[in-house]
């Protein structure tokens, strides 16, 4: 890992969903069946530098960020844990046809070619949400249905990579999805918890 990624990294070692102790993201047993997630690695906390390497990817056209926030969640990932594919939360076409890419993906293909897997567009969104400064239950109201698959992930361990998690209901809908289309296991990774 570079050493300005290591300098930012604060692994998260709890559930996503109940923010209990679990190793590496793990989601935890009283957890395990509400959420499709068999985990969630997350790099660092939504603040500081990371917010600032976020922001500058995301809205300032900083492409070259996505190295550092790809090492950062590399940094994130447990020894052992294995994945077939890496994909990315897809972000709405207008969103797209604004930004001229997608954040999340330069950083899941940075992911999948330092572990050596395939990188793949498994989803598509329907329509883009303003989730900033929604609860849990409006989010999970929001992304309900606003993701399709776009292939068939064939009984893969898909590693979905997006660059904030909050309530993790995006990346919940998301494994929703790709299960429902054939997935084995679905794993979120973000580079920051907000």
């Not at 997350?42 to 603040?47: D, F, I, Q, S, T």
């Not at 070259?64 to 447990?78: H, N």
């Not at 919940?172 to 054939?182: I, P, S, V, Y």
């Amino acid at each position: 890992m570079g050493c300005r990624a290591a300098a930012l990294a604060q692994v998260d070692e709890v559930c996503f969903r109940c923010h209990r102790p679990s190793a590496r993201g793990q989601t935890c047993g009283a957890c395990s069946s509400l959420t499709p997630l068999s985990g969630c690695l997350v790099a660092a906390r939504y603040e500081g530098a990371v917010k600032d390497l976020i922001w500058q990817l995301k809205f300032h056209r900083l492409q070259a960020a996505a190295r550092v926030a790809a090492e950062l969640v590399l940094a994130a990932m447990p020894e052992g844990q294995t994945f077939d594919v890496v994909s990315a939360v897809p972000i709405a076409p207008g969103r797209y046809r604004e930004r001229g890419y997608n954040q999340a993906a330069l950083v899941a293909k940075r992911v999948a070619a330092r572990l050596d897997l395939p990188y793949a567009e498994l989803l598509g969104r329907t329509s883009a949400l303003h989730q900033l400064g929604s609860d849990r239950a409006t989010r999970l109201a929001q992304v309900k249905g606003a993701f399709y698959p776009v292939r068939v992930p064939n009984g893969r361990r898909v590693l979905l990579v997006d660059d904030v998690v909050t309530t993790g209901a995006t990346l919940e809908e998301c494994a929703r999805t790709l299960l429902t289309a054939g997935a084995r296991e679905v794993w979120g990774a973000a580079v920051a918890r907000h």
